[in-house]
């Protein structure tokens, strides 16, 4: 059997490697809806492109090395499984994150993004959830502000949004892979609302503000 070795391994205790869940204001409607692991290229530092000059960014943020798995990847035989099966060569990036359902509940999900594909994993029983190609991402949205939220547009089906704490190594990430998969330069989008598809037949608003010791964030739908 092959075995699978990655380039820099780190294990980090689950206090670390979790974001703490983001405060926001839903809507309330209640509506739902071989392999190498490597770092990401350059070993990039999170004061560079594509956030140099744009984002009004956190101190702790700044300089700060990028470590690609944060969750020891190879040690997960249920991970390397989902990965084989696919086919892909390289894992990019690998933590947990806070992922949102169409009615606006966090749910706590594994992100992988590989040299082709992003995977949302659920943890609890150890199912891919969701497999995009990188192919089909047209778009990330972000607001300003200094806040975890981040949204992946994927206009051939229904969109994602997710806050982590790594949200700058994410977005470097899906940028640096996204232009080698294909050759085109994936387009960061800044605003401190933007819209995005909640579900296959709705679309949401995500509001950002402001305010003493943080950020607002408002969930609405449209």
């Known amino acids: 059997m092959q075995r699978f070795k990655s380039q820099r391994r780190v294990q980090i205790d689950d206090a670390q490697s979790e974001s703490p869940p983001p405060k926001y204001d839903g809507d309330g409607n209640g509506d739902d809806g071989g392999m190498r692991l490597r770092p990401s290229e ?28 944060y969750i020891d990847v190879p040690s997960h035989p249920y991970l390397m499984k989902i990965l084989q099966k696919q086919g892909d060569n390289q894992v990019l990036f690998a933590d947990k994150v806070l992922k949102f359902t169409g009615s606006g509940k966090m749910k706590r999900r594994i992100l992988l993004i590989t040299d082709f594909a ?100 408002r969930i609405i739908r449209k």
Do not use: W
Request: glycine residues 4%.
């Open 42 to 69: 350059r070993n990039r530092t999170e004061d560079q492109e594509p956030f140099m000059g744009v984002k009004v960014r956190r101190k702790t943020s700044f300089h700060r090395e990028y470590r690609g798995d």
């Open 118 to 217: 992003i995977y949302i994993v659920d943890p609890e029983n150890n199912s891919l959830k969701r497999r995009i190609a990188l192919a089909a991402v047209d778009k990330m949205c972000l607001s300003e502000l200094s806040d975890n939220f981040f949204s992946i547009i994927i206009p051939t089906e229904y969109d994602l949004l997710m806050a982590s704490t790594r949200k700058t190594e994410i977005v470097t990430v899906l940028v640096e892979a996204t232009k080698n998969a294909s050759n085109y330069e994936l387009e960061v989008a800044f605003s401190n609302s933007f819209e995005y598809h909640a579900g296959a037949e709705f679309v949401k608003e995500v509001q950002f503000e402001e305010v003493e010791g943080g950020v607002k964030t």
